[in-house]
């Protein structure tokens, strides 16, 4: 039985890679700004899952945000996957 990849199941589901930048306020020095990089699989344009990851940081982390800036690129789409009728397999 052949398993599909979790992430190209999420793909066909409507999900696109999403990245945000994220920069914040050091704890000890408020006055820096620090960049974090997360990235993940998420729904356009609502983004429940970074959304999900900003409440955890505010709610946990010290570092104050400053701000996120996010891009999402849809890696597939509708028109890029066709059924196929037969499937040959070569040992």
Known sequence: ???????????????????????YHL?????????????DYDEAPRFPRL??????????????LHSVRVCHCRLLGAREVRLVGTELTLH
């Open 1 to 23: 039985m052949t398993r599909i990849d979790a992430d190209f199941r999420k793909q066909l589901e409507g999900y696109s890679l999403a990245t945000a930048e994220i920069t």
């Open 51 to 64: 959304r999900k990851f900003l409440e955890f940081w505010q709610r946990e982390l010290e570092g104050p």
């Open 27 to 39: 704890p000890d020095a408020h006055g820096i700004l620090q960049t974090y990089l997360w990235q």
